[in-house]
Protein backbone atom coordinates (compact mmCIF):
# COMPACT_ATOMS: atom_id res chain seq x y z
CA UNK A 1 0.00 0.00 0.00
CA UNK A 2 3.14 2.06 0.18
CA UNK A 3 3.74 5.31 -2.59
CA UNK A 4 6.40 5.01 -5.57
CA UNK A 5 9.63 2.72 -4.51
CA UNK A 6 12.59 3.46 -6.19
CA UNK A 7 15.74 1.73 -6.28
CA UNK A 8 18.63 1.67 -6.08
CA UNK A 9 18.04 5.10 -3.26
CA UNK A 10 22.30 5.58 -4.60
CA UNK A 11 23.73 4.74 -7.38
CA UNK A 12 27.75 5.42 -8.40
CA UNK A 13 29.31 4.80 -11.94
CA UNK A 14 32.07 5.22 -13.70
CA UNK A 15 31.64 7.52 -16.98
CA UNK A 16 30.84 5.26 -19.97
CA UNK A 17 28.84 2.59 -17.97
CA UNK A 18 25.22 1.77 -18.34
CA UNK A 19 23.17 2.25 -15.39
CA UNK A 20 19.53 1.12 -14.81
CA UNK A 21 17.07 2.97 -12.40
CA UNK A 22 13.68 1.31 -11.33
CA UNK A 23 10.42 2.97 -10.50
CA UNK A 24 7.41 0.96 -8.89
CA UNK A 25 4.68 3.36 -9.10
CA UNK A 26 1.99 3.21 -6.30
CA UNK A 27 -0.50 0.33 -7.39
CA UNK A 28 -3.44 1.43 -9.82
CA UNK A 29 -1.75 4.47 -10.92
CA UNK A 30 -1.77 4.38 -14.80
CA UNK A 31 0.36 7.53 -15.70
CA UNK A 32 4.37 7.03 -14.69
CA UNK A 33 6.63 10.06 -15.00
CA UNK A 34 10.31 10.13 -14.76
CA UNK A 35 12.02 13.54 -13.93
CA UNK A 36 15.77 14.64 -12.93
CA UNK A 37 16.60 17.03 -10.85
CA UNK A 38 20.08 18.91 -10.42
CA UNK A 39 22.02 20.23 -7.65
CA UNK A 40 20.03 23.06 -6.51
CA UNK A 41 17.95 23.00 -9.64
CA UNK A 42 14.49 22.41 -10.84
CA UNK A 43 12.88 19.59 -11.85
CA UNK A 44 13.36 18.48 -15.39
CA UNK A 45 10.69 16.48 -17.30
CA UNK A 46 12.34 13.29 -18.90
CA UNK A 47 9.43 10.93 -20.15
CA UNK A 48 5.93 10.29 -19.43
CA UNK A 49 4.29 6.50 -19.42
CA UNK A 50 -0.10 7.27 -19.50
CA UNK A 51 -1.87 3.35 -20.05
CA UNK A 52 -0.54 1.36 -22.90
CA UNK A 53 -0.53 5.04 -25.09
CA UNK A 54 2.63 5.79 -26.73
CA UNK A 55 5.00 7.28 -24.29
CA UNK A 56 6.06 10.96 -24.25
CA UNK A 57 9.99 11.19 -24.56
CA UNK A 58 9.83 14.86 -25.68
CA UNK A 59 12.05 15.55 -22.38
CA UNK A 60 14.71 13.07 -22.77
CA UNK A 61 18.05 14.95 -23.24
CA UNK A 62 19.52 12.33 -25.53
CA UNK A 63 19.65 9.24 -27.54
CA UNK A 64 21.75 7.68 -24.40
CA UNK A 65 18.50 7.90 -22.32
CA UNK A 66 15.14 5.27 -22.86
CA UNK A 67 12.95 4.25 -20.61
CA UNK A 68 10.07 1.06 -20.37
CA UNK A 69 7.55 0.06 -18.34
CA UNK A 70 6.50 -3.22 -18.36
CA UNK A 71 3.02 -4.45 -18.36
CA UNK A 72 1.76 -0.99 -17.29
CA UNK A 73 3.20 -1.20 -13.84
CA UNK A 74 7.33 -0.81 -13.12
CA UNK A 75 9.59 1.25 -14.98
CA UNK A 76 12.38 1.49 -15.86
CA UNK A 77 15.26 4.32 -16.76
CA UNK A 78 18.38 3.31 -18.81
CA UNK A 79 21.30 5.33 -19.23
CA UNK A 80 23.80 4.50 -21.63
CA UNK A 81 27.36 5.30 -22.11
CA UNK A 82 26.87 7.45 -18.77
CA UNK A 83 28.80 11.22 -18.86
CA UNK A 84 29.41 13.09 -15.69
CA UNK A 85 26.81 15.40 -16.38
CA UNK A 86 24.00 12.83 -15.89
CA UNK A 87 25.01 13.02 -12.52
CA UNK A 88 21.43 14.08 -10.58
CA UNK A 89 18.71 12.69 -8.61
CA UNK A 90 16.33 10.77 -10.82
CA UNK A 91 12.48 10.90 -9.36
CA UNK A 92 9.65 9.15 -10.50
CA UNK A 93 6.17 9.91 -9.99
CA UNK A 94 2.86 8.11 -10.77
CA UNK A 95 -0.98 9.76 -10.95
CA UNK A 96 -4.16 7.85 -10.65
CA UNK A 97 -5.32 8.89 -13.93
CA UNK A 98 -2.44 11.07 -15.77
CA UNK A 99 -3.42 14.32 -17.35
CA UNK A 100 -3.82 18.33 -16.66
CA UNK A 101 -6.14 17.66 -13.23
CA UNK A 102 -4.38 14.56 -11.41
CA UNK A 103 -2.08 14.61 -8.52
CA UNK A 104 1.47 13.37 -9.07
CA UNK A 105 3.21 11.42 -5.77
CA UNK A 106 6.91 11.12 -6.08
CA UNK A 107 9.02 8.49 -5.08
CA UNK A 108 12.13 9.55 -2.72
CA UNK A 109 14.55 9.25 -5.97
CA UNK A 110 17.80 7.39 -7.08
CA UNK A 111 20.85 9.78 -7.02
CA UNK A 112 23.52 9.06 -9.62
CA UNK A 113 26.78 9.99 -9.05
CA UNK A 114 28.97 9.44 -12.42
CA UNK A 115 32.92 9.66 -12.00
CA UNK B 1 11.42 33.88 -21.23
CA UNK B 2 11.22 30.49 -19.23
CA UNK B 3 7.69 29.05 -19.26
CA UNK B 4 7.71 29.15 -15.37
CA UNK B 5 9.48 31.42 -12.84
CA UNK B 6 10.64 31.43 -9.73
CA UNK B 7 12.59 33.51 -7.52
CA UNK B 8 15.20 31.66 -6.58
CA UNK B 9 15.39 32.93 -2.57
CA UNK B 10 16.30 32.82 -0.24
CA UNK B 11 13.16 34.40 0.89
CA UNK B 12 13.53 34.79 4.89
CA UNK B 13 10.22 35.69 7.03
CA UNK B 14 10.08 35.90 10.64
CA UNK B 15 8.24 32.72 12.54
CA UNK B 16 4.23 33.57 13.20
CA UNK B 17 4.37 36.31 10.12
CA UNK B 18 3.02 35.26 6.73
CA UNK B 19 5.08 34.19 3.49
CA UNK B 20 4.52 34.87 0.28
CA UNK B 21 5.64 32.93 -2.33
CA UNK B 22 5.22 34.28 -6.43
CA UNK B 23 5.67 32.20 -9.67
CA UNK B 24 4.73 33.43 -13.35
CA UNK B 25 4.01 31.81 -16.24
CA UNK B 26 4.54 32.31 -20.11
CA UNK B 27 2.11 30.10 -21.90
CA UNK B 28 -1.91 31.87 -21.70
CA UNK B 29 -2.81 28.18 -22.29
CA UNK B 30 -1.92 26.36 -18.77
CA UNK B 31 -4.61 25.34 -16.83
CA UNK B 32 -3.85 23.50 -14.01
CA UNK B 33 -1.53 25.23 -11.67
CA UNK B 34 0.45 23.37 -8.35
CA UNK B 35 2.73 23.85 -5.61
CA UNK B 36 5.05 21.61 -4.15
CA UNK B 37 7.06 21.65 -1.52
CA UNK B 38 10.49 20.07 -1.17
CA UNK B 39 12.54 19.81 1.87
CA UNK B 40 16.31 19.30 1.13
CA UNK B 41 17.20 15.71 0.19
CA UNK B 42 13.64 14.68 0.09
CA UNK B 43 11.39 14.27 -3.54
CA UNK B 44 8.51 17.12 -3.71
CA UNK B 45 5.16 16.48 -1.79
CA UNK B 46 1.78 18.26 -3.15
CA UNK B 47 0.55 21.25 -1.11
CA UNK B 48 -1.79 23.21 -2.83
CA UNK B 49 -3.65 22.84 -6.88
CA UNK B 50 -5.84 25.68 -8.09
CA UNK B 51 -7.41 25.58 -11.38
CA UNK B 52 -9.64 28.86 -11.22
CA UNK B 53 -9.20 32.33 -10.81
CA UNK B 54 -9.13 33.20 -7.32
CA UNK B 55 -8.10 32.14 -4.09
CA UNK B 56 -8.11 28.28 -2.38
CA UNK B 57 -7.27 27.70 1.27
CA UNK B 58 -6.57 24.91 3.11
CA UNK B 59 -5.67 25.14 6.43
CA UNK B 60 -2.42 27.77 6.62
CA UNK B 61 -2.00 27.53 3.06
CA UNK B 62 -3.34 29.97 0.78
CA UNK B 63 -3.33 29.50 -3.08
CA UNK B 64 -3.90 32.55 -5.31
CA UNK B 65 -4.70 32.41 -9.27
CA UNK B 66 -4.41 35.25 -11.87
CA UNK B 67 -4.85 33.94 -15.32
CA UNK B 68 -4.92 37.52 -16.70
CA UNK B 69 -1.83 38.39 -14.90
CA UNK B 70 -0.35 35.08 -15.20
CA UNK B 71 0.92 34.66 -12.24
CA UNK B 72 -0.04 32.15 -9.14
CA UNK B 73 1.01 32.57 -5.59
CA UNK B 74 1.30 30.49 -1.90
CA UNK B 75 1.02 32.38 1.34
CA UNK B 76 1.53 30.52 4.30
CA UNK B 77 0.32 31.79 7.31
CA UNK B 78 1.63 31.79 10.93
CA UNK B 79 4.88 30.23 9.27
CA UNK B 80 6.65 27.78 11.44
CA UNK B 81 10.30 26.86 11.06
CA UNK B 82 8.95 23.33 9.95
CA UNK B 83 7.84 25.70 6.80
CA UNK B 84 11.62 25.98 5.64
CA UNK B 85 11.76 24.20 2.44
CA UNK B 86 11.71 24.84 -1.16
CA UNK B 87 8.17 25.74 -2.81
CA UNK B 88 8.10 24.63 -6.79
CA UNK B 89 5.25 26.25 -8.76
CA UNK B 90 4.41 23.67 -11.14
CA UNK B 91 2.09 24.13 -14.37
CA UNK B 92 0.57 21.56 -16.85
CA UNK B 93 0.46 22.28 -20.61
CA UNK B 94 -0.46 19.93 -22.59
CA UNK B 95 -1.12 17.55 -20.11
CA UNK B 96 2.55 17.78 -19.58
CA UNK B 97 4.00 19.29 -16.18
CA UNK B 98 6.44 21.99 -16.15
CA UNK B 99 8.20 23.12 -12.78
CA UNK B 100 9.79 26.13 -12.10
CA UNK B 101 12.89 25.89 -10.20
CA UNK B 102 11.46 26.57 -6.77
CA UNK B 103 11.65 29.19 -4.08
CA UNK B 104 14.12 28.37 -1.16
CA UNK B 105 11.74 29.50 2.12
CA UNK B 106 13.33 30.25 5.31
CA UNK B 107 11.78 30.96 8.34
CA UNK B 108 13.29 32.71 11.16
CA UNK B 109 12.97 31.82 14.79
Known amino acids: GAGVSQSPSNKVTEKGKDVELRCDPI?????LYWYRQSLGQGLEFLIY????????KSGLPSDRFSAERTGGSVSTLTIQRTQQEDSAVYLC?????????????FGPGTRLTVL | QKEVEQNSGPLSVPEGAIASLNCTYS??????FFWYRQYSGKSPELIMFIYSNGDKEDGRFTAQLNKASQYVSLLIRDSQPSDSATYLC?????????FGKGTRLHILP
Open chain 1, 27 to 31: SGHTA
Open chain 2, 27 to 32: DRGSQS
Open chain 1, 49 to 56: FQGNSAPD
Open chain 1, 93 to 105: ASSLVGGRMDTQY
Open chain 2, 90 to 98: AIIRDDKII
